[in-house]
């Protein structure tokens, strides 16, 4: 049975949206900053938005597909290079006020190469049910043993 990872795929997705949201609003603010520098000359301002929009684009236009994201491939097609998973809970709390918790997924590699995606907490049990019954042999979890054990060498933390 093939899983195709569906919560994974909106989680990519999300993360994905909150980016580009991210980036047309912060394109939309210096669009604004400039045309306020340029307001007596249009076409300047014309083509610095058109290049500064191109060049958001084309680094942006990579995270459009869900298999180009790096962790994917790691899950489905790449899974024995997976040694270690676990949850983080990340707390936004500036100046000491609690403004939102999010959960983080944390893939490390036998290569030593670790992958993050947020996700809202509410979807991070559903998500470790998912990745945990298809990925038998990576272990999940965090503890200290583990990172000691991934420290020495990160395939001891694949199971057999």
């Known amino acids: 049975m093939e899983n195709n990872y569906p919560l994974l795929k909106r989680v990519i997705r999300r993360e994905r949206n909150f980016k580009l949201l991210f980036a047309l609003v912060l394109l939309f603010i210096l669009g604004t900053c400039i045309g306020y520098v340029f307001q007596r000359q249009p076409i300047a301002m014309f083509l610095l938005l ?22 994917w491939p790691l899950v489905t097609s790449q899974a024995h290079q997976v040694s270690w998973i676990y949850f983080e809970e990340v707390q936004l709390q500036p100046f000491g006020i609690l403004l939102a918790k999010k959960a983080v997924l ?41 990172k000691l054990w991934y420290e020495a060498h990160p395939s001891m933390l694949r199971r057999k």
Do not use: N
């Open 50 to 71: 058109a290049m500064i929009s191109g060049l958001v684009t084309w680094r942006l236009k990579s995270s459009f597909r869900i298999d180009r994201h790096p962790v």
């Open 106 to 146: 944390c893939i490390w590699t036998i290569g030593r190469v670790q992958e993050r995606i947020h996700l809202p907490l509410k979807h991070k049990e559903a998500l470790y049910k998912e990745l945990s019954s298809t990925l038998t042999e990576v272990s999940f979890g965090y503890s200290d043993d583990k």
